[in-house]
């Protein structure tokens, strides 16, 4: 199945299903075979896993340059690491890159596609739940110490390779955090999605089909709304959903404490205490929700470690702040996202009544 992108700068597609792709990468021969060479960007845990299905999929000749795992790829270091691996195999314009990997992969190797001689193309396949997100979109990044994702571009992919195979691999901490961002897709677009969500007696352990379709309805949800607005200026920011108060936490964790999606998760519920003072979610569904991610093992006890300052430190650094003021996407009803600005003592309270709601919860 195809799921079409259209964005301003470019129009590309999303290749989804099992065991892909050799297939899709047939189809894309037009785009690669005029490439000089091709680069495989991937991380050790990745390549350790799944090289022998790529290798035995991956339908041409290719250099492979493997990063550290995970987040440690998005380093600056490891930036330059990429640009010296691409100078010294003399790679030109004409070469082509392939993220292979989670999104920590591809936000390092999309961002090295975009500056490497100022641009070259590249197409993102992902091999985390998470990533049926991050590879979508065209946002690439690199962690600055000072902050995550703060140096970056919006480069667009040729295409999305999503071939579901590679998932098997994943360790049940990378899909429960990967399934948090199908929630996120589910809540700000269609309330009988979300409920059929809740309704799965394990998050993690949903079945190939039935995984199947909430992924390719997230992309759809994704695809639509960066169709719409690529850079950020309107319905994009409805993405961010859960990823403020999310943000502030994983941060305050320490990147790899605690993972992203587990972090959005209890975004998620403070964002729904926020949105029941001003719409119409009822504080029976946010409890509702809680014992949902707390049922899956979402760690929501993690707020305990920090006190609400430690929090606010990080609330204000996030990227969304415009002029100074905290900006959160809150809910309308379900289906209906909206941006709104909240003041530190409102969300000092909201924050209260979140360590109250989750004291209930995870009894
Ligand atoms: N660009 C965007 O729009 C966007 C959106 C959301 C998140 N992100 C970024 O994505 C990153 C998180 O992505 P992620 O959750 O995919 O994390 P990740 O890329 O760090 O992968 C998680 C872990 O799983 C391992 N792994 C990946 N695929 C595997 C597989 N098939 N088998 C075994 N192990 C595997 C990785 O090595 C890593 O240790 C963050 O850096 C975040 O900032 C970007
Ligand atoms: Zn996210």
Not at 52 to 73: L, R
Not at 91 to 101: D, I, M, Q, V
Not at 345 to 358: N, P, Q, T, Y
Request: glycine share 8%.
């Amino acid at each position: 199945m195809r799921i079409p992108v259209n964005t301003k700068s470019h129009f590309y597609e999303v290749y989804i299903g099992s065991g892909i792709l050799r297939s899709a990468f047939e189809s894309l021969k037009e785009k690669i075979q005029k490439a000089d060479t091709l680069v495989v960007f991937t991380d050790e845990n990745v390549w350790r896993a799944q090289q022998k299905y790529f290798t035995e999929n991956f339908p041409y000749p290719f250099e492979v340059f493997v990063m550290p795992g995970g987040e440690a790829c998005k380093s600056f270091k490891n930036f330059e690491d990429a640009h010296t691996f691409l100078i010294e195999k003399q790679c030109s314009r004409k070469s082509f890159l392939f993220a292979f990997g989670g999104g920590a992969v591809g936000d390092l190797t999309g961002f090295v596609a975009a500056t490497f001689m100022r641009g070259i193309p590249y197409i993102q396949i992902p091999t985390t739940i998470l990533a049926h997100d991050s590879a979508v979109g065209g946002k690439t990044a690199i962690n600055h110490p000072l902050g995550k994702n703060l140096v970056g571009a919006f480069y667009q992919p040729e295409a999305v390779v999503y071939d579901m195979n590679l998932l098997d691999s994943l360790p049940t901490k990378e899909i429960r955090s990967g399934m948090a961002e199908v929630i996120k897709h589910a809540m700000i677009s269609d309330e009988k999605w979300l409920k059929e969500l809740m309704l799965t007696p394990s998050i993690t352990n949903i079945g190939k089909e039935k995984l199947a379709n909430h992924l390719k309805s997230g992309i759809e949800v994704k695809a639509k709304i960066v169709s719409e607005d690529e850079t950020e200026h309107s319905v994009r920011k409805f993405l961010n959903f859960g990823h403020t108060y999310g943000h502030a936490i994983e941060a305050a964790a320490g990147y790899g404490g605690l993972a992203h999606g587990e972090a959005v998760m209890i975004g998620m519920i403070y964002a729904l205490l926020l949105s029941e003072r001003y719409g119409n979610i009822s504080r029976e569904f946010t409890a509702d929700f809680a014992k949902f991610a707390y049922r899956n093992d979402y760690p929501l006890k993690k707020v305990d470690e920090y006190s609400f300052d430690d929090l606010y430190e990080y609330l204000m650094k996030d990227k969304k702040i415009e002029y100074g003021k905290l900006k959160f996407v809150l809910l309308q009803e379900i289906g209906k996202p909206y941006v709104r600005e909240i003041g530190e003592s409102e969300c000092r309270k909201v924050d209260r009544e979140l360590r109250g709601l989750l004291e209930e919860v995870c009894k």
